[in-house]
């Protein structure tokens, strides 16, 4: 039996000839135009007026704290339910982090938690719309309006998550992407700064070229010291024809959530990613949560899918139980849910045979644990 991945991206006709193309002919005076088509193709479709594509979603969540002057003696508020890479710009620029819990339902910040976690040095909140579940959007962006502190979007893995018909990553002071080999969309590796503000859209571009400006006349003059986060044309030839099919990768990967929905909800004590009425969620990630009392653990679950030759995808661990940072176990939900949950695969070209292996391998664990 193949292995079921977690994820794969899905490569047609359209990205082999882009990417060919560009290699033939994107270099010299071409050299960008893969590029200019990425940025201006996704500002079309985040109906947003900025983009900068980079080199990751990473970078681009640093460019925009660092064009936002963020540094040592600001804080920085986010879930302690997040990817590393949403935090490790926040340490490299200096600035400190507030964890603060998740909502059980969404598994996405809890933005009570965030209003009591202000203080006068919070000088941003990040919403991350974990995997493709939307964050509550109106209460944090009437947070951000009644403390006057921005909220910046990590989309990563909300890229077809839609808010009250505003596309993830659109709605804050700035939005990132990610275009990595798992993400929806991808580049193999990649990222996308998106904002509508121009003052700071001319900072990152800055930024994000060695610190040169665009108006600048002279070549090799920087005026301060920036970075080097930016995307290749080669990869943004293959982002502009995965752009281009954007609506078939996002219902597939809907297409598949429902599926495990359909097959796996069979009880009020198991939880999958939540479809909020005049939202629709990107699905990502199809992930399962178990009931407290089930008795269904992490490592229970881990064990079933290898067993099965299925690539088994633990829920991220509260950051706060990293190595560096201090242990914060009073954010609840963050430290219960991954102990009893497991992200499942979903890729455009799985098979039905492929889903049908998760679920039984799921029903097996139902048998023993839920419809004893
Ligand atoms: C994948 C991911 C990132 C990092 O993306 P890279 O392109 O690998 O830098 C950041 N935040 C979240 C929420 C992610 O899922």
Redesign the pocket.
């Known amino acids: 039996m193949d292995k079921v991945l977690y994820s794969k991206p899905s490569m047609g006709e359209l990205e082999f000839e882009f990417a060919l193309d560009a290699l033939h002919n994107g270099w010299g005076s071409n050299c960008y135009d893969y590029i200019i088509e990425f940025e201006k193709a996704f500002c079309l479709h985040l109906d947003v007026p900025f983009t900068v594509a980079t080199s990751?979603?990473?970078?681009a969540?640093q460019l925009g704290l660092a064009g936002m002057g963020i540094g040592p003696g600001d804080e920085i508020i986010l879930a302690e339910t997040?990817?590393i890479?949403?935090v490790a710009p926040i340490i490299h620029l200096g600035a400190t982090p507030i964890f603060v819990d998740i909502d059980p339902f969404n598994w996405c910040i809890n933005p009570s938690m965030v209003e009591k976690a202000i203080t006068n040095k919070t000088r941003a909140i990040i919403a991350?719309h974990?995997y493709g579940n939307l964050c509550d959007m109106d209460y944090l962006l009437n947070i951000g309006h009644k403390y006057n502190i921005p909220i910046i979007e990590?989309a990563?893995?909300a890229i077809g998550s839609v808010w009250k018909g505003k596309k993830a990553g659109s709605m804050g002071k700035f939005g990132?992407f990610?275009?990595?080999g798992?993400?929806t969309i991808s580049t193999g590796?990649?990222?996308m700064f998106v904002t509508s503000d121009p003052d700071l859209f001319e900072s990152v571009l800055t930024l994000s070229n060695h610190g040169r400006c665009k108006k600048e006349k002279r070549q090799f003059w920087p005026k301060f010291i920036g970075y080097k986060f930016k995307m290749s044309n080669l990869q943004a030839a293959i982002g502009c024809a995965q752009l281009k099919r954007i609506d078939e990768l996002v219902s597939r990967k809907r297409e598949i959530l429902s599926t495990y929905r359909e097959k796996l909800c069979v009880s009020d004590r198991i939880k999958m990613n939540p479809d909020i009425p005049e939202t629709i969620n990107g699905a990502w990630m199809p992930t399962i949560v178990f009931g407290t009392k089930t008795g269904v653990s992490r490592e229970i679950l881990l064990n079933a899918f290898r067993a099965s030759n299925i690539d088994a995808r633990p829920f991220f661990y509260p950051l706060s139980s990293l190595p560096m940072f201090d242990k914060k176990p009073e954010n609840i939900h963050a430290w219960s849910i991954p102990d009893r949950a497991i992200n499942l695969p979903s890729y455009h070209d799985m098979t039905s045979q492929d889903i049908n292996r998760v679920c039984s391998t799921l029903n097996q664990i139902f048998k023993k644990f839920i419809n004893k």
């Open positions: 990751s979603c990473t970078g969540l997040n990817w890479a949403t991350t974990l990590d990563a893995q990132t990610s275009f990595h798992s993400k590796e990649g990222g």
